[in-house]
């Protein structure tokens, strides 16, 4: 069965750092291309960051550009998530998520999005930023 489990998040202050992880199971991670999400209290749910794991190409929100960065780890099936110069409107729940090839990653306004849908879900991990 495929999973996506994330961890590191928690309390961190403004200003600060905090670095999630997504590890997967269950599939061929390398034929993915991996997610970040966030949604926090009375918004919707928004993408932060992306990786296609067969290219290398990342995508990121313009509202996190310079300060997140998305990365591959040396486990094949993990990829990280670094959030620096935090502050308290980046307090939410994290998900990642993965699809199969074949996809396609939209560059729109404001970051980017997946044109369909994602193959599976994290349960999240929740980032909160005091001030």
């Known amino acids: 069965e495929a999973q996506l489990v994330e961890s590191g998040g928690g309390l961190v202050q403004a200003g600060g750092s905090v670095r999630l992880s997504c590890v997967a199971s269950?599939?061929?991670?390398?034929?993915?291309?991996i997610g970040w999400f966030r949604q926090a209290p009375g918004k919707e749910r928004e993408g932060v960051a992306c990786i296609s794991r067969l290219e290398g190409s990342t995508y990121y929100a313009d509202s996190v550009k310079g300060r997140f960065a998305i990365s591959s780890g040396n486990a094949r099936n993990t990829v990280f998530l670094q959030m620096n110069s935090l502050n308290p409107e980046d307090t939410a729940v994290y998900y990642c998520a993965a699809v199969r090839i074949p996809y396609s990653i939209l560059v729109v306004p404001g970051g980017f999005r997946l044109q369909g849908d994602w193959d599976y879900w994290g349960q999240g991990t929740q980032v909160t930023v005091s001030s």
């Open positions: 269950g599939f061929v991670f390398d034929d993915y291309a």
